[in-house]
Structure formats: C-alpha cells, structure tokens
C-alpha cells in the first residue's frame, strides 16, 4: 500500500459485481467467472514460506493444461494477520484446503514475494462467503524488480449473499514481465468494519 495510486477506468456492473482496471492496464482480461460456478481441481504447493507482519499495512482453480507456479519454492507469503485453523498456506493447498481467514477484523493483506523476478500471465483468486451478507472489495498490485511504485492491476468489489452469490472467482489475464511481488488488499466489507478477510485461494501462472 505504498505510493499514489493510478486513475481508474469508470465502474463496469457485472451480474452483482463492480470492476475496475489500473490505468495503463488494457491488456488485461478477465476469464470466465460465476458464482456458485465451476468445481476446482488444484496443483500442489508444499512447503509455503511465510511470515506474519502485524497490522494493516499465498492460489485458484485451472483450466485443463493450466500450468500453474509453485509459489513454495519460488516465493515467500507475507500476511497481515491469520487465524491459525485457517492458515495462510491452506489458500495454496492441493487437497482443497479450508483457505486463509484472518485473525484480525478489518483491511488485511496478503503479498507474494519471488526470489526472482517472474513473467506473470495469468492471476486467479477464490473467495467463498456462505455465511453472511457482506459487501467486499479486493485490489490486486504488483511491484516491478526494477524498482518503483507498486502498480495496480485490478480493484473489484463483490456482494456475498448467503441465500444467493456465495463464491466469488476471478479469473484474469495479464501480461506483467519482471514481476518482484504481488499484493493482495482485502477489505471484507465496506459497510462494516468488523468482518474477518477470507480467501479460498490463489493461483499464479
């Protein structure tokens, strides 16, 4: 969450959803999405490194042939906050794990750093809210290796319903070379402050 952030592109509504891209962002394109959508298959990612960060300021499912990282041995997860029955590595677990939830309410973030800088394609995330109504916003950042201000790439919002929309995927095509880190900025719900961030899981390729 460091530097200014770009202009934004004007709000698109999808179905129950509001999308907007970084500026200077065209090549981006969202894949197919639903709710309550597709069944999800995930490849391993053993032994995820991380760290707890303190206060306020590691993956999602493929189509067939998807070659996704294997963010444990290329990069360390950082986090803001986790509830240690939902940890952090979980988001990246093969077997379909129970995700990452936070342990603190509020704004949280979540940022792959690589120990060497990667050409990125493909960022895929996975939200599941079955419980409340809420109304949520992520940003999606990425900071080059040669330095400078951290860029936006996407910045989302989305309403969980339990009786109606209660998984969220985002599926997005990118074309990023020299990618340092990517950042992950949730804040649970923007109409109130004491919702826990969720993430089901995270898929780089």
Same mark, same amino acid.
């Given at each position: 969450?460091?530097?200014?952030?770009?202009?934004?592109?004007?709000?698109?509504?999808?179905?129950?959803?509001?999308?907007?891209?970084?500026?200077?962002?065209?090549?981006?394109?969202?894949?197919?999405?639903?709710?309550?959508?597709?069944?999800?298959?995930?490849?391993?990612?053993?032994?995820?490194?991380?760290?707890?960060?303190?206060?306020?300021?590691?993956?999602?499912?493929?189509?067939?042939?998807?070659?996704?990282?294997?963010?444990?041995?290329?990069?360390?997860?950082?986090?803001?906050?986790?509830?240690?029955?939902?940890?952090? @590595?979980?988001? #990246?677990?093969?077997?379909?794990?129970?995700?990452? $939830?936070? +342990?603190?309410?509020?704004?949280? *973030?979540? !940022?792959?750093?690589?120990?060497?800088?990667?050409?990125?394609?493909?960022?895929?995330?996975?939200?599941? @809210?079955?419980? #409340?109504?809420?109304?949520?916003?992520?940003?999606? $950042?990425? +900071?080059?290796?040669?330095?400078? *201000?951290? !860029?936006?790439?996407?910045?989302?919002?989305?309403?969980?319903?339990?009786?109606?929309?209660?998984?969220?995927?985002?599926?997005?095509?990118?074309?990023?070379?020299?990618?340092?880190?990517?950042?992950?900025?949730?804040?649970?719900?923007?109409?109130?402050?004491?919702?826990?961030?969720?993430?089901?899981?995270?898929?780089?390729?």
């Amino acid at each position: 969450m460091t530097g200014s952030r770009p202009k934004k592109r004007r709000f698109t509504l999808r179905n129950n959803r509001e999308w907007r891209t970084g500026a200077g962002n065209a090549d981006i394109h969202p894949r197919v999405t639903t709710a309550d959508g597709p069944a999800f298959c995930f490849r391993e990612n053993k032994g995820v490194r991380k760290r707890i960060v303190g206060s306020v300021g590691t993956i999602a499912s493929p189509a067939p042939g998807a070659h996704w990282m294997d963010l444990g041995q290329i990069a360390t997860v950082e986090v803001t906050s986790e509830d240690p029955k939902f940890p952090v @590595e979980s988001a #990246f677990s093969a077997g379909g794990g129970p995700g990452w $939830r936070a +342990s603190q309410n509020g704004e949280q *973030q979540i !940022r792959l750093i690589f120990d060497q800088a990667q050409a990125v394609r493909r960022i895929q995330l996975h939200f599941l @809210e079955p419980t #409340f109504d809420r109304l949520q916003e992520f940003t999606v $950042r990425w +900071s080059p290796a040669d330095g400078g *201000q951290s !860029r936006e790439i996407v910045r989302q919002q989305w309403n969980f319903s339990p009786g109606g929309s209660t998984s969220e995927l985002e599926d997005y095509e990118v074309n990023l070379d020299g990618v340092s880190a990517l950042e992950l900025v949730i804040r649970p719900d923007l109409t109130n402050n004491e919702a826990l961030a969720t993430l089901a899981a995270w898929r780089v390729a």
